[in-house]
């Protein structure tokens, strides 16, 4: 009986072969985007969750009361993570965190590899898998190196590396190190990427600054003990925040800060890693939203709606030209759940095509796809219990309407109406209306919000930003040689090439960079009794000129003054927070 149900159905399809082919054609496409959408929401929503202990991990910011408010803030000074563990309760490890690309060196070969300063206690708190080597104390020595598998090969030219040596550029010169252990490569959905790891003990002017606590230039990680809840902690933590940054506490007071809800100028905080890939800053706060992963799965979703909707309505209206069909199976005796049976097999058979097809489309390009979007997910992150279960109540829902609700609808008229082929459908079709009023106000919405979108991409790329980032190139100089040297070597390169207008140099670039990565200097003084902190940007000469940057009063760094070394420029917001209407030669006496 299926086999002959499977037969009809086929012949039936074939028959019909622009309705069939629409279908499978809008079906497969849906299915296609789908999946691709899919698979890059799950990409987003899966950072950091696959540490084993990722529900006591976290990393610690403060929020500081200011005169102009609160403000979050994430670095930290190199003596707290030793000290939070030493004297607040509840804190089973600590580990700081530093990145940076360092130049390594074995014989001949020269590479630039994204370098990670870290505690020996790190890799106790976060699950990245150890090939080779130790597991508990992998930077026991500070002239230990962790590595990766990728990173071994790339240095090596093999994996098992336990003993051998090799060099790491550090505070400007070259260092032997030992590798005693090697990871596993890094999964991708993790915040902190790095191609090998040495000990934070190795960071510039460790020594002197492992007691200062007004120098903050790297993250602590925090691993809570079981049964310790993060309000218990951050309650604890106050008397350790108020007693070792007084000094932070006295200058918000002396500057008319006002205390938050708790009576505290400063406190300590802890997020939870698996929320640290979603921070964004607003107003000086850290929010976490994941509203970005949940819209692209949502897009997805309605796009597969509405080729259902499109399916329904099709399947719908073909199922009035087959009244005879209808009638001549009710006078040969077929049951009403025979002809449903048989709708039903017609719709599952375009469904599942179409889901094959789709899924064969979107591994043709899934590869553009993750390169445009920089999505490196795979297709296995799609292929569990959940989405399984998702697929199958939906074929099961798409293919119920489709074939039932027409099966339904037909068996309910008289035999010798369908062979006459008449069919009256005033007043009941009601539900085909609804779908139809449906899929158009999705497909409004879709469309409303990719005009919405482009409008904001076209924003974003035409916006004047205060520069010239035209013709414009910025890359990293990181060698043997420092970097001002390096850039001066640069500059008698270049400078007589015709096409380059201007060389210029800073410690960091304008905005983000082409990792996606946006790094900060961060200072902060005393003036006239008051306590600011800001950003700061050391350039070279040229900069302004370079960048098209427009000068309100006063001039750029000139090579002719040699007092300009100990000069600022700055802009009109630092100007109103000096509170000087004249700033132009001022001088800190601090």
């Not at 069939?20 to 959408?37: D, V, Y």
């Not at 370098?115 to 020996?120: H, I, R, S, V």
């Not at 370079?546 to 750029?556: C, I, W």
Request: charged residues 20%; glycine residues 6%.
């Amino acid at each position: 009986m299926f086999k002959n149900y499977i037969k009809i159905a086929w012949r039936n399809l074939i028959k019909d072969k622009t309705f069939t082919g629409l279908n499978i054609l809008g079906l497969s496409i849906a299915f296609a985007a789908a999946i691709l959408l899919s698979i890059a929401s799950i990409y987003e929503l899966s950072f950091d969750n696959f540490h084993e202990n990722k529900d006591r991990l976290f990393i610690s910011y403060f929020i500081s009361q200011n005169p102009e408010g609160a403000k979050a803030t994430i670095t930290q000074p190199l003596a707290m993570a030793p000290t939070l563990k030493e004297e607040v309760p509840g804190v089973k490890y600590t580990s700081r965190y530093r990145e940076g690309y360092n130049l390594v060196k074995k014989g001949e070969k020269e590479l630039l590899l994204d370098l990670a300063f870290l505690d020996n206690d790190y890799f106790k708190m976060f699950s990245f898998p150890m090939l080779y080597g130790k597991k508990n104390d992998p930077l026991e020595h500070q002239n230990s190196v962790v590595v990766t598998v990728e990173t071994a090969e790339k240095i090596f030219g093999e994996t098992n590396v336990i003993g051998q040596t090799f060099d790491i550029q550090v505070e400007g010169e070259l260092k032997p190190f030992v590798v005693t252990a090697v990871l596993k490569d890094l999964p991708k959905n993790t915040t902190d990427g790095f191609n090998l790891a040495i000990s934070i003990e190795n960071t510039p002017y460790y020594q002197e600054n492992i007691t200062e606590w007004g120098n903050r230039n790297h993250h602590v990680y925090v691993q809570l003990e079981n049964g310790v809840d993060v309000a218990d902690f951050e309650k604890n933590a106050q008397k350790f925040t108020n007693l070792h940054f007084k000094g932070d506490i006295d200058d918000a007071q002396r500057d008319g800060a006002q205390p938050n809800a708790e009576g505290n100028y400063k406190k300590l905080k802890l997020m939870s890693i698996t929320d640290w890939h979603f921070v964004k800053l607003k107003d000086h706060l850290f929010e976490v939203s994941r509203s970005y992963p949940y819209l692209i799965f949502g897009i997805g979703m309605l796009i597969i709606l509405i080729a259902s909707v499109n399916f329904i309505n099709m399947s719908v209206a073909r199922s009035t030209k087959r009244l005879k069909e209808i009638g001549m199976r009710k006078t040969l005796g077929a049951a009403k759940s025979q002809l449903f049976i048989q709708f039903w097999a017609e719709s599952v058979f375009i469904f599942l095509s179409s889901a094959i097809i789709g899924l064969l489309i979107s591994l043709l390009i899934a590869d553009p796809f993750q390169s445009l979007f920089r999505i490196p997910a795979e297709f296995s992150s799609i292929i569990n219990p959940s989405m399984i279960l998702g697929f199958l109540l939906i074929l099961a829902v798409i293919t119920l309407i489709a074939g039932g609700y027409p099966a339904l609808l037909l068996s309910k008229l008289k035999t010798i109406q369908s062979l006459k082929g008449k069919l009256d459908m005033s007043g009941k079709n009601r539900l085909r209306n609804v779908l139809m009023v449906f899929q158009f106000s999705i497909a409004i919405l879709l469309v409303t919000g990719t005009l919405v979108l482009w409008q904001q991409l076209h924003f974003m790329q035409n916006k004047n930003l205060g520069f010239n980032k035209e013709q414009v190139i910025a890359f990293p100089l990181n060698g043997k040689k420092s970097a001002r040297e390096s850039l001066k070597l640069l500059r008698n390169e270049l400078q007589d090439n015709p096409n380059i207008l201007n060389i210029s140099g800073a410690d960091n670039i304008l905005g983000i960079d082409a990792t996606g990565s946006r790094f900060e200097s961060q200072m902060g003084f005393e003036y006239q009794g008051r306590n600011i902190n800001t950003n700061v940007l050391a350039v070279d000469y040229d900069y302004i000129k370079t960048l098209d940057l427009k000068l309100k009063e006063g001039r750029d760094f000139s090579r002719s003054f040699a007092t300009d070394s100990l000069s600022i420029i700055i802009n009109e917001k630092m100007a109103k927070l000096l509170q000087e209407e004249e700033p132009l030669n001022k001088i800190n006496p601090n």
